[in-house]
């Protein structure tokens, strides 16, 4: 078991939902062997499994928010997770899950990010991606590989 995670979080067949699954990938052929990837179709409490004994977690997610275009890249540290006021539900309940964790001595990671996408709502069951985050994907990976280059060093 490696000390560092990446969880994708989303749906795969909500369209741009999936990016971080499609990102994780790209991630994963940089670091193939020395990183954990976990994919997750909910949030809150189920994640608490997945974090439990891990140093440093990235959390790859998307979010909807009307001021900012998608493909944005938006980063969120673990102190900043309480004021967090976003769209997305996978992440509502994550400082619940890191209250929780302390409440009953779990070992929580030390170093908790969130790594988001904006995307636009979308309402239409596919598994394709649009065009801006076709386009932003590679630069979204890009920045989630520096994250874990840093941790690493």
């Known amino acids: 078991m490696n000390k560092i995670l990446v969880m994708s979080i ?3 067949i909500m369209g741009d939902d999936g990016a971080a699954f499609e ?6 052929k940089r ?3 020395e990183v954990d990837y976990e994919n ?5 409490m189920e994640i608490l499994d997945y974090l439990e004994g891990k140093e440093k977690v ?28 976003t769209s997305s539900p996978h992440y509502i309940g994550l400082p619940e899950v ?11 990671p030390a170093v908790v990010k969130i790594l988001a996408i904006h995307t636009e709502l979308q ?8 065009e801006p985050i076709k386009s932003a ?8 590989i520096q994250i874990i280059e840093e941790w690493m060093h």
């Open 137 to 144: 994907l590679p630069e979204y990976a890009e920045r989630a």
């Open 10 to 12: 989303g749906n795969d």
């Open 58 to 85: 990235l959390i790859l997610d998307t979010i909807s928010e009307g001021n900012k275009p998608a493909g944005s890249i938006t980063e969120i540290e673990r102190e900043d997770f309480p004021v967090i006021l």
């Open 123 to 130: 309402y239409e069951v596919t598994e394709d991606l649009s």
């Open 23 to 28: 990102a994780a990938k790209l991630i994963q």
């Open 98 to 108: 890191l209250r929780l964790a302390e409440m009953f001595e779990i070992e929580f």
């Open 40 to 44: 997750v179709y909910g949030g809150g």
């Open 31 to 33: 670091f193939p062997d």
